[in-house]
Structure formats: structure tokens, C-alpha cells
């Protein structure tokens, strides 16, 4: 009767949740593991949590790291008393109005929406030799490339404020992404404004020039997909 008396209370007390302080992914175990299966965050980076969210813990801290290290602006993410308080809190409040207005999700749609139908203009274009829709294409291109900067910035800004300007390999590759669409927006606008007849037919680069929209268009894909995986990580 005893046994079958304490074995409710032992389920209880087993089993933990943990939350990723990074990107919010939710881990059910007694320890938190090594690093975040979604965002790679180090288990440092992980706090205990109740069954309605609430922290009930500070992050884990490994061995070597048991004595709090010095307050950095780095680490904090805002200056220290006396420092120079003024040059952060400009980029802190702009990342602030960011969040709350969602600008980076909102701007990232403008872009992400045109790409596809520049890489399906310049194929038909090509195919059925309608100059028309390559020179459509080239006005997207356009858009796109004037969008761009506004994407980057709200997406650094959302990465220092929201995600801590944590350096793992989900952040840096979305990074180099975005650099990358940026770089063949670029290649594509100006190369067509020194060759109007690229995407004619007989001549031998617009092969390349779609190609190079092709990529454009994966390295914009592969960046959505880690944005996704990093936002749906919290609902678990």
C-alpha cells in the first residue's frame, strides 16, 4: 500500500521543462540538453520552467562557468553604469519598435513575394522568347533590390534584440543568406543595366543570369525556412 501510495508522487517529480532563453524551444526532460536542437544555443542558455511557462530557475550554468563573468556591453546588451549608455539605446529602442510593430516578418514578404515570379518571368521569357516579361522581370528586380536593405536591418535588429546576437549556425547561415539574395539582387539589376540584351535570345550568358536568379531564389527560400523554424520553435 505504501509503494502504491508514493508512486504518484514520484511521476510528479520526474521529468523537468526547459526553455530555450534564445529562441523559446521547449525541452521535457530532467536536464536540459547540450544545445538547442533548433537555434544551436549552448545548454547555458536553457531555464527551468513550470507547466504554465514561468521560469522557476536561472540558465544553466556549466562547471567552468559557475562564477558569473563581468558585466560586458556585449553580454548584457546595454551599457554599464557610467559607460556610454547614449550609442546603445538608440539601437535599442529601434529594435524594441521593431518587435512590437513585427517590421521584420512584415518587410521579409515584400522581397520573398516578387522573387518567384522574377526567376518564372525571365524562364518564360527565355522559352517562348517574350522580351516583355524579361524586362518586367528587371523591374521586380528593382523592387526587390530596394526592399532588401529594409529586411537586413530589421532582421539584425530583431536578431540582437530578440535572440541576444547569438552567434549559431541557424543565425549565421540566415545572415550569409540574406547577404547572398542582397549580392545577385545586385549582380542582376546592374548586369542588365550594362547589357540590356542578356536575357535575349543568341546571347551566352542568360543561362548564368538565371541561374544566378535561381540561387537568389534558394538562398531567400533557405533563410524563410530558418526564420520558420526559429518562430514555430516556442510552439512546441
Not at 122 to 146: C, D, H, P, Q, R
Amino acid at each position: 500500500m505504501l509503494e502504491a501510495e508514493k508512486e504518484p508522487e514520484t511521476k510528479t517529480a520526474a521529468g523537468k521543462r526547459w526553455r530555450c532563453t534564445v529562441c523559446g524551444y521547449i525541452h521535457d526532460d530532467d536536464e536540459p540538453p547540450e544545445k538547442c536542437p533548433v537555434c544551436a544555443a549552448p545548454r547555458n542558455m536553457f531555464v527551468e520552467i513550470d507547466a504554465e511557462g514561468k521560469e522557476i530557475g536561472t540558465p544553466v550554468l556549466p562547471a567552468e562557468q559557475a562564477t558569473p563573468a563581468p558585466l560586458t556591453l556585449e553580454s548584457a546588451g546595454t551599457a554599464p553604469i557610467g559607460g556610454k549608455k547614449e550609442k546603445t539605446s538608440f539601437v535599442d529602442r529601434l529594435g524594441g519598435l521593431s518587435m512590437k510593430m513585427h517590421l521584420h516578418p512584415i518587410m521579409v514578404h515584400f522581397p520573398n513575394g516578387v522573387l518567384p515570379v522574377v526567376l518564372v518571368f525571365l524562364g518564360i521569357a527565355m522559352v517562348f522568347k517574350i522580351e516583355s516579361l524579361a524586362t518586367a522581370a528587371s523591374y521586380n528586380l528593382i523592387f526587390v533590390l530596394l526592399t532588401l536593405p529594409f529586411v537586413l536591418l530589421t532582421g539584425y535588429l530583431e536578431w540582437q534584440k530578440r535572440y541576444k546576437g547569438a552567434r549559431t549556425a541557424i543565425f549565421v547561415t540566415k545572415i550569409v543568406s540574406g547577404l547572398i539574395v542582397l549580392a545577385a539582387a545586385n549582380v542582376l539589376v546592374f548586369w542588365r543595366l550594362l547589357d540590356p540584351g542578356v536575357t535575349a535570345e543568341g546571347s551566352l550568358s542568360r543561362l548564368i543570369y538565371l541561374g544566378v536568379a535561381a540561387g537568389m531564389l534558394g538562398a531567400a527560400g533557405i533563410a524563410g525556412y530558418l526564420g520558420g523554424r526559429l518562430v514555430f520553435a516556442a510552439r512546441r
